[in-house]
């Protein structure tokens, strides 16, 4: 019986769609962990070995609330600037500071310094890669050294009226000082502010508005009332206290003493007179805010004073006895 020889053939397997599908996800996969891994290894560029780093802060000295702009310098080692986009980061110990910043086409990041409120000294930490640490300090809320007060108007009339109120407060160097706390008190009126802590602006300056009524103005007694300004300091509180004047028609009053014929008069008008005139009883006068007249004649005369103002005039008498 005579047998027919087969020779083996390879066959290449033939893949099913399937299997297709799965080695095109392997490879995309493949391709997609070289991809990620490339961007991982670049990042975003931060200094290179030997740079060094250059921090600034201006101004040095801020309110608790205040801001101070922060500069960072990056250079190479060759003194050039690192590349544009290099990537610095800053911690602050008081306040608070944007934490990543990107340096330009000089090799410049910059940031601000914001104060939150507390006081002592901030310093301000800037790093980038390996580069070693660089610091800068700036004096947050320090007390003030002095404080004054400027009210608009000086007085107002018994009818009542708004005074404006400014206050300028320096630090201890006479430099305007920004973000420090002042309060406002008055002996009479009411206050915009309602007595709350108002901060200075970047000038050193913060206002407030009082409303004085004229009922408010009927009990009080003097040709005056006090306003004052006062913000933590050296030593202690800064206080600047101003006399705002009540324009009332004046309220005539005098003294005297007799010499012989001699007679010396002392106003004591209240009321803040700007004209006086007196009439002796023997058809002499005088404009005088103090005068002395000496009598011809001995008898008994009546004195008049009138005293004026803006506001109106008033009159007091006395008798006096020459013998």
Avoid: K
Avoid at 107 to 115: I, K, M, Q
Avoid at 234 to 240: A, H, R, Y
Avoid at 285 to 304: F, G, K, M
């Amino acid at each position: 019986m005579q047998h027919e020889r087969v020779d083996a053939v390879s066959v290449a397997p033939v893949d099913s769609p399937s299997m297709s599908l799965r080695r095109r996800l392997a490879r995309g996969a493949a391709l997609l962990a070289v991809l990620v891994s490339a961007s991982c290894e670049e990042g975003t560029p931060v200094s290179p070995v030997g740079a060094l780093l250059r921090i600034s802060a201006n101004p040095t000295r801020i309110g608790t609330v205040g801001t101070s702009s922060i500069s960072i310098q990056a250079l190479r080692s060759n003194g050039n600037p690192v590349n544009p986009g290099t990537e610095v980061r800053l911690s602050t110990t008081i306040g608070r500071i944007d934490e990543v910043v990107y340096t330009d086409n000089d090799g410049v990041a910059r940031a601000t310094l914001r104060g939150d409120g507390r006081a002592g000294t901030a310093t301000i930490s800037a790093y980038s890669g390996a580069v070693e640490t660089v610091t800068t300090d700036v004096a947050v809320g320090f007390p003030a050294g002095s404080i004054r007060l400027t009210v608009t108007p000086t007085s107002i009339p018994e009818t009542g009226g708004v005074v404006d109120l400014l206050a300028l407060v320096r630090d201890d160097q006479g430099q305007p000082l920004p973000g420090a706390s002042v309060n406002f008190t008055a002996d009479a009126g009411t206050l915009r502010s309602g007595g709350a802590f108002l901060v200075s602006d970047a000038n050193g300056q913060t206002t407030d508005v009082l409303t004085v009524t004229a009922l408010e103005i009927q009990t009080i007694g003097g040709d005056s009332f006090e306003v004052s300004a006062e913000v933590g300091g050296t030593g202690g509180v800064q206080t600047d206290t101003f006399a705002v004047g009540i324009q009332r028609p004046p309220r005539a009053s005098f003294t005297f003493s007799i010499n012989g014929n001699t007679v010396a008069f002392t106003d004591t008008s209240t009321g803040s007179p700007t004209s006086w005139l007196w009439d002796f009883g023997d058809n002499n006068t005088s404009t005088q805010q103090n005068p002395v007249h000496t009598y011809a004649v001995e008898d008994s005369y009546t004195v008049v004073l009138t005293a004026r103002n803006a506001v109106g005039e008033s009159v007091a008498s006395a008798t006096i006895v020459i013998n």
